[in-house]
């Protein structure tokens, strides 16, 4: 379902930029994102399609990010909560206050959902469990 007036593409152009300069620059999940991504200019765009693809409906995104976190090493809740706390900061300073509370609400699932199917796949048989709120 497309929703073009939830917010332009350039919102999420400045979004998805400033929050992964936010995160490169944290000292808790920098260098997370700095060992894994080797084209910053790649994934800036794909996460781009992707969050334009969530908010607006667009269906640019292709991919299947699930096994590729599953994959990653040493992932804790903390790191998704520090995840989250960066986005949160990030949607508060574009000044679209329904663009903020739809991207933070879909940043929540999203985060639980990879939560999850990082403990499902490193974990096999145990149930997984949530990021924990702060």
Request: hydrophobic fraction near 40%.
């Amino acid at each position: 379902m497309r929703n073009p007036e939830l917010c332009r593409e350039d919102e999420i152009v400045t979004m998805v930029h400033r929050f992964y300069a936010s995160v490169r620059d944290d000292p808790l999940i920098g260098h997370v994102f700095e060992a894994h991504v080797a084209d910053w200019d790649h994934h800036l765009a794909k996460m781009c399609d992707f969050w334009s693809s969530v908010l607006l409906g667009t269906t640019r995104y292709r991919g299947t990010p699930m096994p590729t976190h599953a994959k990653l090493p040493d992932l804790s809740p903390a790191l998704f909560r520090r995840w989250l706390q960066l986005f949160h900061a990030t949607t508060r300073t574009l000044g679209n206050d329904e663009l903020q509370q739809k991207a933070d609400a879909l940043a929540e699932r999203i985060a639980q959902s990879l939560w999850y199917g990082y403990q499902l796949f490193n974990v096999p048989g145990e149930l997984p469990e949530p990021i924990p709120a702060v």
